[in-house]
Nanobody, 123 residues
Framework: QVQLVESGGGLVQAGGSLRLSCTVS????????MGWFRQAPGKDRDIVAA????????SYADSVKGRFTISRNVAENTLYLQMNSLKPEDTAVYYC????????????????WGQGTLVTVSS
């Protein structure tokens, strides 16, 4: 079993920055590809960014390219999402996710989810 706990959400003005963290524990904590998803009110949960198990490969949704950076500290079992130049449309609950494989995810559904952390961007 894998446990994921997000932190770092909050209220920020447009143009500001936040860094989300996800602490990972469990049997696959150091060998999983991972990702960040988000779900705005009334909308589907969509992928924001993904990273391979070693951190060598990353991918981003077009809407966040150049503004968000996904990274991981394998030694500390922590996943990060640095979010810069935030926009009101980035407002959503952000979820950390883990997969039962190591390569960069594409369209696969994650195997494990965190509880989510709310990010609110005011205009």
């Amino acid at each position: 079993q894998v446990q994921l706990v997000e932190s770092g959400g909050g209220l920020v003005q447009a143009g500001g920055s936040l860094r989300l963290s996800c602490t990972v524990s469990g049997r696959t904590s150091t060998s999983s590809a991972m990702g960040w998803f988000r779900q705005a009110p009334g909308k589907d949960r969509d992928i924001v960014a993904a990273i391979s198990w070693g951190g060598g490969s990353t991918s981003y949704a077009d809407s966040v390219k150049g503004r968000f950076t996904i990274s991981r500290n394998v030694a500390e079992n922590t996943l990060y999402l640095q979010m810069n130049s935030l926009k009101p449309e980035d407002t959503a609950v952000y979820y950390c996710a883990a997969y039962n494989f190591r390569v960069l995810p594409t369209t696969q559904t994650p195997n494990y989810w965190g509880q989510g952390t709310l990010v609110t961007v005011s205009s």
